[in-house]
């Protein structure tokens, strides 16, 4: 049964520290690695797909990278606007998504 | 554009109401993803529409729960009987085609609380 399980479950940051997210999967045949941010009340919003070991996307103070077991999503000098629920999501036919990190980053 | 638009936000319903809860993908849009979060968890994928079929319900709970996409209209989520376990944050979200690339445009929510 494929699975996705993301650490740390909550971090909080001063602004411009920065830091990793992990996402760890077991899927059979993984069709790509989808990261989205969701605020509070809203729904999720798209950031990255990664479909190879060794990939790397970029978006301002984003950077996914996948690894044949894992994903990070790497903050750098983080702003309290980037604070959210970052979840990891691995797709087949669906979408299966962690429970996410809710992250807090304080002026 | 207009994005993925879901109604109501809010509903309330007692114990053994019916819930009907309605997504208009954006348009160009022909699939439609239903997701359900419960506090503290993550989002549980329950069905994949196409207009008039039903693609994949296997998230779906077997009895109370239907889902349709018809040719003309939204995507609506009906529970039946509803149960104080069945509140939750409904979504919704749509994507032009099935390729994988993971990109879905979600609404933001409908959320309903079973009195």
């Known amino acids: 049964e494929d699975q996705v399980t993301q650490s740390p479950e909550a971090l909080r940051l001063q602004e411009g520290e920065s830091s990793s997210l992990n996402c760890s999967y077991t899927?059979?045949?993984?069709?790509?690695l989808f990261w989205y941010r969701q605020d509070p009340g809203k729904g999720p919003e798209f950031l990255f797909t990664?479909?190879?070991a060794g990939e790397e996307k970029e978006k301002e103070r984003l950077k996914a990278t996948l690894t044949k077991k894992e994903s990070f999503l790497h903050i750098t000098a983080p702003k309290p606007e980037d604070s959210a629920t970052y979840l990891c999501?691995?797709?087949?036919?669906?979408?299966?998504f962690g429970t996410g990190t809710r992250l807090q980053v304080f002026p | 554009n207009a994005g993925v638009m879901q109604n109501p936000r809010h509903l309330v319903r007692r114990r053994g109401q019916e819930a009907r809860l309605r997504c208009s993908p954006m348009?160009?849009?022909?699939?439609v993803y239903w997701y359900r979060q419960l506090p503290e968890e993550g989002l549980k994928f329950m069905v994949y529409?196409?207009?008039?079929?039903?693609?994949?319900e296997s998230g779906m709970p077997k009895e109370r729960f239907s889902a349709e996409f018809p040719k003309e209209g939204p995507s609506i989520l009906r529970i039946q009987q509803v149960v104080r376990g069945d509140s939750a944050a409904y979504f919704c979200a749509s994507s032009p085609d099935h390729s994988g690339t993971g990109e879905l445009f979600f609404g933001e929510g409908s959320r309903l609380t079973v009195l």
């Open positions: 348009k160009g849009h022909s699939h």
């Open positions: 899927v059979s045949g993984l069709r790509g």
């Open positions: 999501a691995v797709g087949t036919d669906k979408l299966i």
């Open positions: 990664l479909y190879s």
């Open positions: 529409l196409q207009k008039e079929n039903i693609i994949d």
